[in-house]
């Protein structure tokens, strides 16, 4: 796994990063977020500040192209 980009909370200023390169035997994955702003600030509440949401990942694998959609989460 290679991180391939980043996004800065305009917020909370924590960078976050948003875009992996998945490599393995058979094939390869680019997994980024459905749309980058997508913190979670609990400073009210529990105290913490994390990043939550959908992402898609697109590649190949056996030669074949596909795509999915996924749930990811970063602390």
């Known amino acids: 796994v290679v991180p391939s980009g980043k996004w800065i909370s305009p917020k909370s200023r924590i960078e976050y990063p948003l875009e992996w390169k998945v490599k393995f ?4 994955f680019l997994v980024k977020p459905v749309f980058s702003e997508q913190e979670f600030d609990g400073r009210q ?13 697109e590649g ?16």
Do not use: H, N, R
């Open 60 to 75: 190949q694998i056996f030669g074949k192209k596909k795509k999915a959609i996924g749930y990811l989460e970063l602390k």
């Open 45 to 57: 509440s529990t105290g913490m500040i994390y990043w939550e949401g959908m992402v898609i990942a």
């Open 25 to 28: 035997k058979d094939g390869d």
